[in-house]
């Protein structure tokens, strides 16, 4: 009995100070579009600092990383994109780098039956003007 005991109080001990350095850093997250950088600070709110590679008004199909946009990246606790190919030019660089950082495309919550299909195996990526397929998202 003492022993199980031993173990509850450990145990929440780990979740106060879990709790705890969580409060003190936010993770640290990039979004590759302002879309999906306030989706990501609609639902994480207090949890996250949020960076958008891309500001208002950037083409996402065309855009191109810059360095700089690589070094916040790869600093990043989380990396989240819309995915269904709406970040073209980046898709081969989150690829490399989603392998060594968690990586969420949340495109990719969307059940493909859901999603309008525009050829081959490729659906509208645009899910943000819909407001039941942006749901999927959070």
């Known amino acids: ?24 850093s936010p993770i640290r997250v990039v979004a590759t579009t302002t879309v999906v950088a306030d989706l ?13 590679l891309m500001a208002d008004g950037v083409d996402p199909h065309s855009y191109r990383a810059t360095p700089r946009d690589i070094d916040k990246l790869v600093r990043a606790d989380l990396i989240v994109a819309n995915g ?3 970040e073209g030019k ?3 660089l989150l690829k490399r780098i989603g392998h060594k950082r968690p990586f969420v ?4 919550a969307v059940p493909k039956t859901e999603l309008l299909p525009i050829g081959n195996n490729l659906f509208d990526p645009h899910i943000w003007f819909d ?3 942006w749901s999927y998202c959070p």
Do not use: I, P
């Open 1 to 24: 009995m003492l022993r199980v005991l031993k173990f509850y109080v450990v145990l929440l001990l780990f979740a106060a100070s879990l709790k705890t350095s969580l409060a003190a």
């Open 40 to 52: 990501v600070e609609q639902v994480g709110g207090d949890l996250v600092v949020v960076e958008s």
């Open 84 to 86: 269904l190919h709406l």
């Open 90 to 92: 980046l898709a081969e």
């Open 105 to 108: 495309a949340v495109g990719n």
């Open 131 to 133: 407001a039941k397929l």
